[in-house]
């Protein structure tokens, strides 16, 4: 059953290509939605898969990309929106 999950990660997570990493993953698990910068330098994605997939995107959100430090992780189950593909939002 298709899922979707609003996450937001804290820590050093903007400039050092989380977002672009995140893309990566999302597309190599074939994840559909969104990333997205905040002002409070926070990162933001939303994704829709399956439950067992998107365990898997957590987990590599935990870490994420290799120069980011994250420090805190934040997940919330929303409303499906069927996102058709995974972008990078500016």
């Not at 926070?42 to 290799?66: H, R, T």
């Not at 934040?74 to 990078?88: M, R, W």
Request: aromatic content about 10%.
């Amino acid at each position: 059953m298709l899922k979707n999950l609003q996450i937001k990660v804290s820590g050093r997570v903007q400039g050092v290509g989380f977002r672009y990493f995140a893309k990566c993953q999302a597309e190599k698990l074939n994840i559909k939605g969104f990333v997205q910068n905040q002002t409070d330098d926070s990162v933001y994605l939303e994704v829709e898969q399956e439950s067992a997939v998107l365990d898997k995107f957590i987990a590599w959100c935990k870490n994420g990309s290799p120069w980011s430090k994250v420090k805190s992780i934040d997940v919330k189950v929303g409303e499906v929106k069927n996102h058709s593909q995974f972008i990078i939002e500016v």
